[in-house]
């Protein structure tokens, strides 16, 4: 009888399952209850694809995918036959790249572009859904907003973002037949947020109590301060003040002590542009935190739903509103300020004379000049919108 090998643990959405031999990912994760979508279990529909975050990849598990799929870590599940221990995660809206074929190409009242267009295959969308534009080779991306209505409209159309001029692949002088590609659509905000797993106090207790709890915290902190991709969200925020944050968190809805102060995940980073790849990386180093203070793989999985639970509200592919209690609120403005002590700009460190009119970012309490902010109003007043 074939024997769980803990050399070939697959870490998934909170699941840890040990592959056994000669066993494939997707049938390893069938054994083991976890949802997963699939179809023809033979590479064809590529429904089983899952993307790696950490771990080594047969070349047979990705044989089957184009090429930027398998520069994104993807795999087909139900090819995958694991040589060692693999963090899994389920594809995402990024990995999805479709083929298009240009049909008109106009500038709009509103001074934006329109791209009307017929996709190789279908694309389920939305109105207000987003979506990236680049070239046939993949390159020279640019952010797009669908506007047309599926079933309603014969052809495809978005609307480039805000701002947003050609690419230089749009800026050819015959656009005939012009083919590119759509990667999305991308998901958009949830009406509602998470609801939150019910408390596990046990799980608590077996990972080793507050000491181990907070230990792990430190090291994953000290690995996301070191991180050059994920060191930037923690600008203005001291160490100590995040460790003890997360571990207020992590006991409330772990534990079900109350003690947490803050704001919950979707207030929290509705400002952050968080793709699910660099969610992923997250919960990596988060993973190896764990694994450097012998955690347990079970227990491992058991923590990690704590926080893969909270996914929906994380990532993003543009800031959110905040939501304060039935009103949105926009965090992400300037107020206009007329200083009247000379400062200093908190981005270039440049001198600020007293009585100029300056930008003041609500959320981060930032002044700015006008080089790093842009042109200020040339009247001022205390502080205004």
Known sequence: MPSDSPSRVLHYQGHAVACRDN????????????????????GICHRCMVRCVDGDIPPHAQRKLPEHQRAAGCLLSCQCHPTGPMMLAPRSPEDSVTRCRLVELTRTVNDRWRVVFEPFSTLNYRPAQLARLMSAGLDGECSAVFISVPDDDYYTVVELGDGA??????????????????????????????????????????????????AVLATFYDKVYADPELRPFFERVTLDRIIGKQFAFLKQHI????????????????????????????????LQAMREHGIDEGLIARWSRYEEQFRPDIVKYKPWLKRMGGMLVDTEQYE????????????????IPANTVVRYHKRIGKIGCDTCIGVAPAEGSPCQP
């Open 23 to 42: 066993e494939t990912v997707l049938d390893a994760f069938l054994r083991a209850g976890v949802n997963i979508p699939f179809s023809c279990k033979s």
């Open 165 to 214: 001029g050609l690419p230089d692949w749009l800026r050819q002088q015959s656009l005939e037949d012009l083919e590119f590609c759509l990667r999305g659509p991308l998901p958009v905000e949830q009406s509602e947020p998470v609801t939150p797993l019910p408390p596990e106090p046990a799980l608590w207790d077996e990972l080793g109590g507050d000491a181990m709890v907070r």
């Open 336 to 351: 206009v300020c007329l200083l009247e002590e000379a400062t200093v700009c908190d981005y270039c460190s440049g001198e």
């Open 255 to 286: 534990k079900d002590e109350p003690g947490f102060l803050g704001e919950q995940p979707h207030n929290s980073h509705s400002w952050m542009v968080i793709t699910d790849a660099l969610f992923d990386h997250r919960q990596n180093l988060m």
